[in-house]
């Protein structure tokens, strides 16, 4: 595998307006996702931007950027778009895609999405974790994994996502977490795909890759980093990027 890393950012979030820019501790949040990429060390780094402040803050921090469409519906499309820009030639054959309102992201944790695809079957890698509370497993916002882990095994087919508390009955249920590794011709094939009705009615694009067949398998791991969304969201990631 030849890994590139690319984290999509835009400016319009609704519930938190600006969040790339967000200031903890100094730093715009966008660029402690981008040093917490880095640091992963699989491969470089690159933010895609849907506006030109986005950039000029990674470029400020030393970072490379590169402008997309404002207008592109989804991340996945942003990440693809800006594939093509950086790489048309096709030297990566693997995409990680990183949120980038993960600042509390471990290094270790992008290193492990890369784990499923060491099966050539699977198409997309990405992250579980276990689900702590009744009350988060019954949070419409946090999206829950159907996959069952074999004794002592790290990483386990992915039969569907919800926000529902699925699945029912007694045992672990998994937050996913938004991050993922793709093969590149799966990415391509992904964004080719129209939108699906599984995927319109739960509003997870992940559905989209499942209802056309694709192979999405989850590396567990035990914690995870939150996405900020929120202004308690935000301030909870500088209480804990707070400088020691």
């Known amino acids: 595998m030849k890994p590139i890393v690319i984290i999509p950012a835009r400016m319009a979030a609704t519930r938190l307006p600006g969040k790339p820019l967000a200031d903890i501790h100094g730093k715009p949040m966008i660029v402690h996702v981008w ?21 000029e803050a990674i470029r400020n921090a030393g970072g490379e950027a590169v402008l997309t469409d404002p207008t592109l519906p989804s991340g996945s499309d942003r990440v693809h778009a800006a594939l093509g820009l950086l790489d048309p030639a096709g030297e990566y054959d693997v995409v ?20 499923p695809l060491a099966d050539p079957a699977v198409d997309i890698g990405t992250l579980v974790v276990p689900i702590a ?34 699945p029912w009955g007694e045992g672990e249920r998994w937050h996913h977490l938004g991050i993922y590794a793709y093969r590149r011709a799966a990415l391509s094939r992904f964004v080719a795909l129209p939108e699906s009705p599984l995927e319109r009615r739960e509003k997870l694009e992940q559905l989209r890759a499942l209802e056309a067949g694709m192979h999405i398998a989850c590396r567990r791991l035990p914690q995870g980093p939150f996405g900020v969304d929120t202004p308690a969201d935000l301030d909870r990631a500088r209480r804990l990027l707070a400088p020691r």
């Open 133 to 166: 509370s009744e009350e988060e497993a019954r949070t419409p916002s946090v999206v829950k994994a159907a996959c069952a882990f074999a004794d002592g095994s790290t990483i386990a087919r992915a039969l569907y996502f919800s926000r529902l508390p699925i």
């Open 96 to 115: 990680v895609n990183v949120q980038g309102d993960f600042p509390t992201i471990m290094p270790e944790t992008l290193q492990a999405v890369l784990e």
């Open 35 to 55: 040093e917490k990429a880095r640091a992963a060390g699989i491969g470089p780094v690159v933010v895609a931007c849907g506006e030109a402040e986005i950039a």
